[in-house]
Antibody, heavy 125, light 110 residues
Framework: QVQLQESGPGLVKPSETLSLTCAVS?????????WGWIRQPPGKGLEWIGS???????YYNPSLKSRVTISVDTSKNQFSLKLSSVTAADTAVYYC??????????????????WGQGTLVTVSS | SSELTQDPAVSVALGQTVRITCQGD??????ASWYQQKPGQAPVLVIY???NRPSGIPDRFSGSSSGNTASLTITGAQAEDEADYYC?????????????FGGGTKLTVL
């Protein structure tokens, strides 16, 4: 059974860099799939931050691209998120999740499963 | 970039059928996936692909697609189905690498 667990500081000061790690158990990241970060500001919807393919290729939300770095550490079977120059608008619950992409009769579908439990990061001085 | 549009709120009487929709150009190219999120919990996948349910998801949940619209149908809604529902797909307007989520639909079971 694949499980994901986020970890990192729950409080980050404005203008600093938010750093989170997602530890994966039950599956080797280097074996395949995409691995993503999604966030949810309090009371709002889900926002995709970015994903990393098992090969190391990264894909970022265009609206966050200038501030985001996602990396993978296959030796520890984990992947990480760095978001620089944070403001109060970056306060959110941050989730990591595995993303699958498959074709069904000529049409693709992507989905996130499983998800980590999420970790609340508050940006405040 | 592409967007996915959902109705903010929908209600259904206990035991009745409800359809939650998601519209967007990307859905002409991708089957949507659907997630259920209850307060204080992480989203849970309920539908993926053409109409596939993960293990443990009741068969009252089903998915369908037509043109630029994907639908999640709950047949015989239960009290425990009250939650926020989100759709998701890849963005077909660019490199097909970007991911988009709908704004979410709050389902109330009356």
């Amino acid at each position: 059974q694949v499980q994901l667990q986020e970890s990192g500081p729950g409080l980050v000061k404005p203008s600093e860099t938010l750093s989170l790690t997602c530890a994966v158990s039950g599956y080797s990241i280097s074996s395949g799939y995409y691995w993503g970060w999604i966030r949810q500001p309090p009371g709002k919807g889900l926002e995709w931050i970015g994903s990393i393919y098992h090969s190391g290729s990264t894909y970022y939300n265009p609206s966050l691209k200038s501030r985001v770095t996602i990396s993978v550490d296959t030796s520890k079977n984990q992947f990480s998120l760095k978001l620089s120059s944070v403001t109060a608008a970056d306060t959110a619950v941050y989730y990591c999740a595995r993303e699958l992409l498959l074709w069904f009769g000529g049409q693709p579908s992507n989905w996130f499963d499983p998800w980590g439990q999420g970790t609340l990061v508050t940006v405040s001085s | 970039s592409s967007e996915l549009t959902q109705d903010p709120a929908v209600s259904v009487a206990l035991g009745q059928t409800v359809r939650i929709t998601c519209q967007g150009d990307s859905l002409r190219s991708y089957y949507a996936s659907w997630y259920q999120q209850k307060p204080g919990q992480a989203p849970v996948l309920v539908i993926y692909g053409k109409n596939n349910r993960p293990s443990g998801i009741p068969d009252r949940f089903s998915g369908s697609s037509s043109g630029n619209t994907a639908s999640l149908t709950i047949t015989g809604a239960q009290a425990e189905d009250e939650a926020d529902y989100y759709c998701n797909s890849r963005d077909s307007s660019g490199n097909h690498r970007d991911v988009v989520f709908g704004g979410g639909t709050k389902l109330t079971v009356l």
